[in-house]
T-cell receptor
């Protein structure tokens, strides 16, 4: 499909384990965003990539969270030493270069992470 | 980015127009108004955006006041499938400076009933 793809759709992990969440953006979109969403809340910004570089990582809650986008396309969000409070839906979005006038972001279906 | 204020919930009868308000009194001249919606268990979906003129597409209409301090999203004939949380966001567009990052509040939960 032509949309943003996130894998896995669901992930259950034990407290203290390491997890990786993958995002395949829309082809040609240079901007990529990660959000997380807790029940009853709006999406909370985590990190924004422009190409390969993290242009804004101010939303990452602590140093257990890290994200990469080595070739400017696929991105991986990595969480070390997971805690129960990390349980949430992790959303990825992509958009055309922000300098483009039509900068609407397209979201994936999210990865539901449950830490037990 | 300017903050937005939306009512936490609204309801609407199927087939009637749903008018969802948003206040953005501190909006800057280079900030656009964007609307997204999120149906249960899905990612947010883009609906429409505008700068100062009213906009219409196949999904909705966006009415922005002349002073740009508020806007209204109109779903002209709401259906049960329009039940969702609707988010109003202001963000920079084009090549001007500022943040391009969509920042979400808690939105308006719209329930369309039969």
């Amino acid at each position: 499909g032509a949309g943003v793809s996130q894998t896995p759709s669901n992930k259950v992990t034990e407290k203290g384990k390491y997890v990786e969440l993958r995002c395949d953006p829309i082809s040609g979109h240079t901007a990529l965003y990660w959000y997380r969403q807790s029940l009853g809340q709006g999406p909370e910004f985590l990190i924004y990539f422009q190409g390969t570089g993290a242009a804004d990582d101010s939303g990452l809650p602590n140093d257990r969270f890290f994200a990469v986008r080595p070739e400017g396309s696929v991105s991986t969000l990595k969480i070390q030493r997971t805690e129960r409070g990390d349980s949430a839906v992790y959303l990825c979005a992509s958009s055309l270069y922000p300098g483009h006038m039509n900068t609407e972001a397209f979201f994936g279906q999210g990865t539901r992470l449950t830490v037990v | 980015d300017a903050k937005t204020t939306q009512p936490p919930s609204m309801d609407c009868a199927e087939g009637r127009a749903a008018n969802l308000p948003c206040n953005h009194s501190t909006i800057s001249g280079n900030e656009y108004v964007y609307w997204y919606r999120q149906i249960h268990s899905q990612g947010p979906q883009y609906i429409i955006h505008g700068l100062k003129n009213n906009e219409t597409n196949e999904m909705a209409s966006l009415i922005i006041t002349e002073d740009r301090k508020s806007s209204t999203l109109i779903l002209p004939h709401a259906t049960l499938r329009d039940t969702a949380v609707y988010y109003c966001i202001v963000r920079v567009g084009g090549t001007s400076g500022g943040s391009y990052i969509p920042t979400f509040g808690r939105g308006t939960s719209l329930i369309v009933h039969p």
